[in-house]
């Protein structure tokens, strides 16, 4: 059964918007996985970015820069991660009880290299 393309459902992919995991270079992604494993543990709720003093004063989010370094997005994390104070409400406030303050120094120490 052929299929017909030529249908308009209504929607298209915005590329701008879309995440290309395959061309992303994730290998600083996954050495921070093996450096602290229980990054995987986290389910990107956003208690972290909700709780922050940076966040509040300074348009910081964790939770973004996080997402961005798991899908190999490296462009500004570095300069954004700068902006944290390491005031350590973010690990008090995570479900998970994911060490944030070892993640951001993790990810600085890992972008650093790039």
């Not at 600083?28 to 229980?38: H, V, Y």
Request: proline share 4%; hydrophobic share 40%; net charge positive.
């Amino acid at each position: 059964m052929a299929v017909d393309r030529s249908i308009n459902w209504g929607y298209s992919i915005s590329r701008p918007r879309a995440v290309d995991m395959d061309g992303n270079d994730l290998d600083a992604a996954w050495a921070l996985i093996a450096e602290i494993p229980e990054l995987q543990a986290c389910i990107a709720c956003g208690s972290c970015a909700a709780t922050c003093t940076a966040g509040n004063l300074t348009p910081f989010n964790l939770r973004k820069v996080h997402t961005l370094v798991r899908r190999g997005e490296y462009k500004g994390a570095y300069d954004e991660l700068n902006k944290c104070m390491l005031c350590g409400k973010c690990r008090l406030a995570c479900p998970r009880g994911i060490n944030t303050r070892g993640v951001i120094m993790a990810i600085k120490r890992r972008l650093g290299e790039y």
